[in-house]
């Protein structure tokens, strides 16, 4: 009888084990699932690596990682944003455009630097994230920016110069008007423009986001963002990318990146808020980047709509 009691408790455990396992694999299926959220997450900043300058001393390049699929954290020059030794304030974004964002900025150190490291701190949304930036042999950049472009290492590369940009546009603008900006960017048309490349089969469509409280089924902001078009070829020549380097929020730009043509490029910029803000233009000829800081005052009124 005692057997039979044994062999009972033991069918009602297997039953119980039975019919928690889907729940389980159900939870597991939650974190392991790459879900992708609006907002609420945290920025990592990176550190890209190292390259030297003509007099000896080095020069840090950063980017990061913003894990929110739309939110655009605002995170002002102070504890919550700060590069040292040398800072708080080494010319750092503070505000993080959505998803990965590379090689936006370089921080100076000097030729005797040696061991030590640059720590770019960022909390974001409640948690801290740090990059370390340090003078390791591996992670020297090839100046001529042959990584952007598979690895070439060819006497055109070597004998590309960077793009320089300069930008025209209003310096102040009231809410809800947009501002209209117009670059001017100089290049030596090196590398020469490579054949078009359609996008990827299967890469035309935006993510669905899906999970977290505040995830819906799709967002229309990713849609429309920076993805092209589908089947849309990647441009081949120069181009400047425009986004909002320093302000009290991010903005928005039509189109946010827009092919070099008779040697200019515009857009549209939308504000949300108003308050002081730094936009930038960064011009790129695929393997080299140039930039340009606007200065622009928001001042109140509705926000802007976009066209």
Known sequence: MASGKRWLIAVTVGVS?????????????????NFKYISGQDVQPVFEGWSRKPDGSFLM??????RNYVEQPSIAVGPDNSIEPGGPDR???????????RNLFTVPVPADFGKKELIWTLTVNGKTQKAFGGLQPEWEIDPAGGANLGGRNDPELKANKAPSVTV????SVTLPSTL?????VVDDGLPKPAAARKAAIGQETPAIL?????APVNVPQVATGRRREAGAAAPQGPTVTWLVWRGPAGATFEPATVPVKDGQAQTVATFSKPGAYVLRAIASDRALTGNSDVPVTVTGGAPATRP
């Open 91 to 101: 010319g750092q974004p503070t505000v993080f455009r959505p998803r990965t964002n």
């Open 17 to 33: 084990v039975i019919v928690a396992v889907p729940h389980l694999l159900a939870q597991n299926n939650e974190f392991t699932n």
């Open 180 to 184: 209209t900006l117009t670059a001017t």
């Open 61 to 66: 390049h950063f980017g990061y990682f913003n």
């Open 168 to 171: 025209k546009a209003a310096s």
């Open 210 to 214: 899906q999970g977290g409280s505040d």
